[in-house]
């Protein structure tokens, strides 16, 4: 076959290029734009490029004028469903978004926290060179300090003593002009008063809601909620929810997502959320974190669960029969959707605005193996697993749940100070062949090696060279080789040859923490994450 040599990007077929350029972020159209003038002119020319703009990656230096001359020479007069992200863009001031509106309204998504989305960065940061260099090199997502976004607020940097805010007026302002359209709304740590919320009800339309950290009181937050009841999509994070404003959530039938905080023990018990968690059916990514209320085994057990489970896993049949029978001869059916997320954190960090110390508490939640094993039964899907701090499990129902979630991604436990746990079984390729980050904390694995063994297996492999699934390819090539984030923390058995090994065979592997972890002495607890 003759070699070509000729494949360029700018001699394909205009709809072709059209069609990948959907697809890039603000910065990649940018960059494009430089490239040629038929490229520039194809995004500069294409109304549906820039109707969402997402210019929360420039939030350190994107000033008024910059976002002015952004608005008047690329969205058009008679465009509609605008949609704009402006979080964490620090320099931008009330009375601009007011001007803003005056040019522009009817907007179908408004976002406008504080600090930038952790959700909507995660992709870019895996693959925009361009935002790690620029935009984190004031605030990595991978510090010594954690992750900010996931556990904690993001750190206040020594140029900004404090956080960005809007005033209510302003929002209030931005939000009356698209009452009938908004859709997706996130204001996260923006101090909201009671009429702002007022003017959030008005909008009945909305799918996506992020109230996170906002100072609303129960009596507002439960007036949004009865009026929004199509959201899909709720975070309610650093709130101290009621157990009233829980019964309105469980009114909300479309939710697939849902993240809370449950900080007030006296308040809300976990019978309180396992009742919300009956009702929503659709449920797909739930998280729970700052969990004061302990034992979670309810929650898990009762809210998440339809099919009774109180031992390992290895017959399902026999486990379906024994539930058929207490359901009085009744063939128990699945009456809600898997969970794909799952995040059960007792943790909470917290970075006062203003001032240099801060605050760290920590205790533990109560979830035993019958909550794994349900969850092994009833959500074999899941996608992502946080349990952190996780007090009155055992490595059997660890390696029974393990060994029912071949599609997990994302692992992560740690082990309650001062309790004992025995080794890991399967945590390795052959049950999670998927994984792309293991954060383990205090949690030892009985055999590192089953991580970075070659098996160069045949009998696993077609004629044709090709595995017949993900667990035999990762017998073919050894390894996980979707792994991107390690994170290792008091591990005794995980040695530099390991380390070795990982580094070489996980091509993907981008970031790595090891901390007082066997032979490896060269990090330390400060230490900040290394890039590979």
Known sequence: MEKVNNLKLDILPTEVILAIFKYLSVIDKCQLCQVCKR?????????????????????????????????????????????????GCKLIASYALEKLVEMHSNFQEIHLNAEPRYD????????????KRQYFKQCSTFSKFGRPGLYQRWKITKKSTQSWKISNKSIQTILKGSVKNLK?????????????AIVISNCSQLVQLDLSGTNLNNASLQDILSHVN????????????????????????????????????????????????KNLKKLEDFRMNQTM????????????????????????????EKNKIKNGGKIVEQNRSPLH????????????????????????????????????????????????????????GIDGLLSSLQCLEIFELRRWRGTELDPLQKLTPTFCPKLKEIVLHGIEVANFDEWTRDENSTNNVTQTGECRDDKDRVLRNGGFQDLEILDLLEVSTFFK????????????????????????????????????
């Open 39 to 87: 490229f520039r002119l194809l995004i500069y020319n294409n109304i549906e490029f820039w109707k969402y703009l997402d210019l929360s990656p420039f939030g350190e230096y994107l000033s008024n004028q910059d976002l002015f001359i952004i608005a008047k020479t690329r969205w058009k007069s008679d465009m509609e469903g605008h949609k704009l992200d402006l979080s």
């Open 230 to 277: 199509q959201l899909e999509f709720l975070k309610l994070l650093d709130l101290e929810l009621s157990a009233m404003t829980l019964m309105m959530v469980s009114l909300l039938k479309n939710l697939r997502q849902l993240h809370i905080s449950v900080q007030n023990r006296s308040i809300i018990s976990a019978k309180t959320v396992a009742d919300m968690l």
């Open 341 to 396: 997320h799952l995040d059960l954190s007792p943790k909470l960090d917290i970075y006062p605005r203003g001032q240099q110390r801060s605050t760290q508490i920590e205790h533990y939640i109560t979830i035993s193996n019958s909550s794994l094993w349900s969850l092994a039964v009833n959500h074999p899907f899941l996608i992502s697993l946080r349990l952190v701090n996780a007090y009155a499990i055992s490595a059997e």
């Open 120 to 131: 909507n960065w995660r992709y870019e940061i895996e693959n925009d060179d361009w935002i």
């Open 184 to 196: 997706y709304l996130s204001l996260g740590n923006q101090s909201l008063h009671p009429e702002t």
């Open 293 to 320: 209320i302990g034992e979670v085994d309810r929650v898990v057990i009762e809210g998440l669960s339809w099919i009774f489970c109180d031992g390992p896993v290895e017959d399902l049949t026999s486990i379906l």
């Open 497 to 532: 040859k390991h380390f070795d090994i990982i580094v070489k065979n996980c091509v993907k592997l981008c970031k790595v923490r090891l901390v007082r972890v066997g032979d490896l002495n060269f990090l330390d607890e400060e230490s900040e994450w290394m890039d590979i």
